[in-house]
Nanobody, 124 residues
Framework: QVQLVESGGGLVQPGGSLRLSCAAS????????FSWFRQAPGKEREFVSS????????YYADSVKGRFTISRDKTKNTAYLQMNNLKPEDTAVYYC?????????????????WGQGTQVTVSS
């Protein structure tokens, strides 16, 4: 059974940085795609960024392009989301998700596995 565990969230001032981690276990991830989503109070879950496990091909939502960087460490079975120049509108619960289909999807319902989420709050 695949399990995803996020960590690294917290409170940061505008302009600050955080790095989220997503530790994966229980599977062989060569043909998986890992993504980060976020959900603010009263809003739908929103796609943030995605990476293919094998080749490391990345994709970003326009709202985070140039500020966030997704990566993965195959030796640690961990995906990361480096978030720089954070803004108050980035405040949300951030979720790691994985799907067994290699193709890109920005739709939450098309992901097979989810972590429990980690809170990111950007406020002065």
């Amino acid at each position: 059974q695949v399990q995803l565990v996020e960590s690294g969230g917290g409170l940061v001032q505008p302009g600050g940085s955080l790095r989220l981690s997503c530790a994966a276990s229980g599977g062989t991830f060569s043909y998986y795609r890992f993504s980060w989503f976020r959900q603010a109070p009263g809003k739908e879950r929103e796609f943030v960024s995605s990476i293919t496990w094998s080749l490391g091909a990345t994709y970003y939502a326009d709202s985070v392009k140039g500020r966030f960087t997704i990566s993965r460490d195959k030796t640690k079975n961990t995906a990361y989301l480096q978030m720089n120049n954070l803004k108050p509108e980035d405040t949300a619960v951030y979720y790691c998700a994985a799907r067994t289909v290699y193709g890109l999807s920005t739709t939450a319902s098309e992901y097979d596995y989810w972590g429990q989420g980690t809170q990111v709050t950007v406020s002065s």
